[in-house]
């Protein structure tokens, strides 16, 4: 009797997780923005899409949470009536990984940096896991342009690759940039303050001032506001730097606020990373 007892609550308390999981992805609405005559940023929860069509089909970049693949495919079925050929991903968290399996086992081919594929074999169904996979870069001929598809080393994570679409002039940063928030730099996964700094100065190396930048998450975005974020990277890798040279430990830095008031008073930390977990984690990466 206690067992089955048991067993009702758990087989409850999973039940009400799962409606209200499925209830608040049931309140989202995806956001179309055109970008170039093919090329659309969609907005929903979770990283941003980057969406190409043509007569080529469609390529899309990340796949959000799997819950949301209906209303993905909904919102380009109104730009296209083509099928998904392409999706590549710009790492292997869920929130960019998510729909990987609906979209596969729809036959789509999937594209991401080997480390990607590593990480997802762990965790995911066999069609959810690329099949074409890269060390460096790779490049893609889809509907009349060449969409270029680098890696940045250890940044967000030790997978993360951006890609350049060469004649639409847009660049998909994946979350190697978050627009006017604090960046999760997942350390546990190969991430660091370091390489997160040197994937923004190789992003900038290939835009320009008409560049429309898709970040991981916020607005879409441009070089200026990219240059911004690269300051704040900067600047706040220098002011937890100093404070390990002086010998202040971890707990300090992390509830030291001037470290960081500058960027907290533009609303950086009101997001996914509020600022004491962006002074530890660049205090941890930095004493790694």
């Keep these: 009797m206690k067992f089955l007892k048991l067993s009702l609550i758990i087989f409850f308390l999973f039940f009400n997780v799962s409606i209200n999981a499925q209830s608040k992805f049931d309140k989202v609405n995806i956001k179309t923005t055109k970008l ?19 007569n ?23 730009l296209s009536d083509q099928p998904v050929k ?20 729809s036959g789509a081919t999937i594209i991401a940096h080997e480390n990607v594929r590593k990480r997802l074999l762990e965790k995911s169904a066999k069609s959810a896991i690329p ?26 994570t030790d997978g993360d690759a951006m890609l350049y679409f060469t004649e639409s002039n847009v660049l998909h940063t994946g979350d190697t940039f978050f627009n006017a928030r604090y960046p999760y730099i997942d ?7 370091n390489g997160y700094i040197n994937a923004v100065k190789s992003g900038l ?31 706040v890798k220098a002011a937890v ?34 600022s004491k977990k962006m002074r530890r984690t660049v205090y941890q990466s930095l004493k790694n």
């Design 36 to 54: 170039s005559d093919h090329i659309y940023m969609l907005e929903g929860s979770g990283g941003n899409i980057g969406v190409s069509v043509g």
């Design 56 to 78: 080529d089909g469609v390529f899309i970049i990340d796949t959000q949470f799997a819950p949301l693949t209906p209303k993905i495919l909904t919102a380009i079925k109104k």
């Design 86 to 105: 392409i999706v590549a991903n710009t790492h292997h968290h869920g929130d960019h990984t998510g729909g990987n399996k609906n979209l596969g086992d």
């Design 131 to 156: 099949v074409i996979t890269f060390n460096d870069k790779l490049n893609i001929q889809m509907n009349n342009e060449q969409v270029a598809i680098f890696h940045v080393e250890n940044a967000h």
């Design 187 to 193: 350390i546990n996964s190969g991430g660091s303050i």
């Design 205 to 235: 190396m290939v835009v320009d001032n008409d560049t429309k930048i898709i970040p991981g998450h916020g607005n879409l975005s441009n070089k200026a506001e990219y240059l911004t974020f690269l300051n704040m990277l900067e600047t």
């Design 241 to 274: 730097l100093k404070e390990i040279e002086n010998g202040k430990t971890e707990d300090q830095v992390s509830e030291n606020t001037s470290l960081t008031k500058t960027y907290d008073d533009l609303g950086y930390g009101d997001h996914f990373i509020n």
